[in-house]
């Protein structure tokens, strides 16, 4: 057999899990090339944790190049293109030519995607993480408004997960009682798109913290002069501090690839194995494919989907059967103020049926425990990307 190409697009939660997890599964003549145009590896759910100057950037960003080893290598350099036809990917810096291509590029954030986002803060890439920390750093008092400007935005519980963070933020700070903290949201309760297990005790709980909630409201604008957060139905929310989602987007590679997209517009892949519809030899993962297939931007999904898909690509490229079919659940440790919380759900009888409003869910009560759980949780996510090296 001659040795075979594996061209891998993005080299963090999904992509980083992927080159890993291939090492294992494929003869060690296999070239696996890891593409990453920022070149780091992040551990974005500890974001939240920067915006509250409890993590440094040092500790959620390391560099990408412990990907490489044996026959694994890591590239900093931004794809551009994608010529499925001739199995070649394009970047500025080269082409790579490909047996087998693994697409994780995530979804790709639009910094001022919407009227006055200039004058509003967020968490959802790690430098902007850094200037929200300045920014609840100095506040004082007033009222901070938490809120999405589309309803598609990685980790969806995160608005809420955040507020609650931040009320006992304040709380230890001694200046909560001077701070009003509100979430607005486009769905008609707190937690609601993971169904009345979680939504019931989790409202349960922002009311004891007196987190208010302004639902059916998704940000379309923000008036930095009458401090006003405006959502798309013209209702007005004032603010001394917003934190506003900004818009995710497709990648632009994937976005003018009708190769590469779904109807939707994002990544194409079926949910069986993760493979491209039309190209057997593309899968897709993570959060590019999240909207197309129906589930929320996490990267417990990206994990598990990367667990998948690395056994059919073994398959293809060697003839074994190993198949592992997609665990398609979200185990998650969140943060709820000075408790902790952990949720479990099940997408598969949602993914079956896209009618069925919400998956299975179940809930554990609160303990200090499940705030332990994310920080080895964080330990986990480098030792399976790295394999102990970083
Ligand atoms: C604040 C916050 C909290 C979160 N909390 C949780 C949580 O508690 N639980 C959970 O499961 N998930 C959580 N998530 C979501 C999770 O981090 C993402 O779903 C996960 O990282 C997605 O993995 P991915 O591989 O699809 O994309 P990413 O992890 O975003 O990786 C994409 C990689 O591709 C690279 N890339 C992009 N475009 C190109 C290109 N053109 N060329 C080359 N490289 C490219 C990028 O540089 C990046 O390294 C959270 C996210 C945020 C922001």
Not at 162 to 176: A, I, P, Q, V, W
Request: charged residues 25%; hydrophobic residues 35%.
């Amino acid at each position: 057999m001659t040795s075979k190409n594996v061209v891998i697009v993005g080299g963090n939660a999904g992509g980083g899990l992927m080159a890993a997890r291939l090492k294992k599964l494929l003869p060690p003549d296999t070239s696996i090339i890891v593409l990453d145009k920022a070149g780091k590896v992040e551990f974005q759910p500890s974001y939240t944790y920067v915006a509250l100057g409890s993590r440094t950037e040092q500790q959620v960003s390391k560099d990408f190049g412990n990907i490489s080893g044996d026959n694994v290598k890591a590239v900093k350099t931004e794809v551009t293109k994608v010529d499925a036809a001739n199995r070649t990917v394009h970047t500025d810096t080269g082409e790579y030519k490909y047996d087998t291509l693994v697409l994780s590029p995530g979804a790709r954030i639009i910094q001022n995607g919407f009227k006055g986002a200039e004058a509003t803060y967020h968490f959802w890439d790690l430098q902007n993480a850094l200037k929200t920390k300045d920014a609840i750093g100095k506040f004082r008092k007033g009222k901070i408004v938490i809120s999405v400007s589309n309803p598609v935005y990685r980790c969806p519980p995160v608005p809420w997960e955040m507020s609650m963070m931040l009320h006992e933020y304040f709380t230890n700070k001694g200046l909560r009682d001077g701070i009003e903290i509100t979430v607005a949201h486009p769905v008609e309760k707190p937690f609601e798109m993971f169904g009345p297990s979680i939504s019931g005790p989790l409202t349960q709980w922002l009311e004891e913290m007196k987190i208010k909630g302004a639902f059916k409201f998704m940000t379309g604008m923000v008036d930095p002069v009458k401090k006003e957060v405006v959502s798309t139905n013209n209702e007005s929310l004032k603010y001394d501090l917003a934190i506003v989602s900004p818009i995710h987007e497709p990648p632009d590679f994937v976005k003018n690839n009708d190769d590469l997209k779904s109807k939707m517009g994002w990544g194409d892949s079926n949910v069986r194995n993760f493979r491209n519809n039309k190209y057997d030899d593309i899968y897709a993962i993570g959060d590019l494919v999240a909207p197309s297939l129906g589930l929320g931007m996490a990267g417990v999904f990206a994990h598990f989907q990367a667990d998948t898909a690395a056994t059919f690509i073994a398959d293809d490229l060697t003839g074994s059967y190993l198949t592992i079919p997609y665990n398609s659940v979200a185990a998650c440790a969140m943060e709820g103020g000075s408790y902790g919380w952990f949720a479990y759900c099940d997408f598969a009888r949602k993914l079956k049926d896209p009618k069925i409003p919400f998956p299975d869910c179940t809930v554990t009560g609160r303990g200090r425990i499940y705030k332990l759980m994310h920080a080895i949780y964080e330990k986990y996510y480098y030792a399976s990307i790295f394999g102990g090296r970083n």
